[in-house]
């Protein structure tokens, strides 16, 4: 069963780079990480997926280290509108997805 | 406009009176799926449909019934629905499984049941 753990919380300031970090202890070899950012009352939005190594978009960069026991979002340069909560996303069994546990990001001025 | 549309978007019932949460895309997608949202759980996937006809369970399908009778739509059916299933609901599609595509939520459905 995957299990996927995330820091409940972050606090930064506008300006900075922001690392969050999802640990999950059992993933297949093929399988794809994915990042999701939700606004309260809104569902989740695709930020960046990743299978190994690093993956660069317009938003944000995405690590996966060499044993693919974890990820970690990097957010460059954070404003007010990044506060939301953020989700890492895998693959589980044949066709099962599981969310990871949530870190709330709090971006102050 | 590529969209997951969900419906009704609110709604308050009463414990042991059957209701349905209705979904829809419009993007041609093969995979959708169930989630609930419960403060300090995250989301939990219910269940999902690979496509017409192939629906299997998520974490949590406990008291849940789905259907794919066609591509586009996949309702969630909640038969005797009870206080704990008080939550906040959200579909979702994309193209293939396993996480490989990106997932489009729908806009949530907030559920109450007294």
């Known amino acids: 069963l995957a299990k996927t753990t995330q820091p409940i919380s972050m606090d930064s300031y506008e300006g900075q780079e922001v690392n969050i970090t999802c640990s999950h202890n059992?993933?297949?070899?093929?399988?794809?990480i994915t990042w999701y950012q939700q606004f309260p009352s809104q569902g989740p939005r695709f930020i960046i997926q990743g299978y190994k190594t690093k993956v660069t978009n317009e938003v944000a960069s995405l690590f996966i280290p060499a044993d693919r026991k974890s990820s970690t979002l990097s957010l460059p340069r954070v404003s007010l509108s990044d506060t939301a909560v953020y989700y890492c996303l895998l693959p589980e069994g044949f066709q099962k997805l599981v969310f990871g546990t949530g870190t709330r990001l709090l971006v102050s001025p | 406009e590529a969209q997951v549309t969900q419906n009704p978007r609110y709604l308050i019932t009463v414990t042991g009176k059957k209701l349905t949460v209705t979904c829809s895309q419009n993007?041609?997608?093969?995979?959708m799926s169930w989630y609930r949202q419960d403060p300090g759980l995250g989301l939990r996937q219910i269940y999902y449909s690979m496509n017409v006809e192939v629906t299997d369970k998520g974490d949590v399908p406990e008291g849940y019934k789905v259907s794919r009778k066609e591509k586009r739509n996949f309702p969630l059916i909640l038969e005797s629905p009870s206080p704990n299933q008080t939550s906040l609901y959200f579909c979702a599609s994309s193209l293939g499984d396993r996480g490989y595509n990106e997932q489009f939520f729908g806009p949530g459905t907030r559920l109450t049941v007294l």
């Open positions: 993007m041609n997608h093969e995979y």
């Open positions: 059992n993933i297949a070899t093929n399988d794809y």
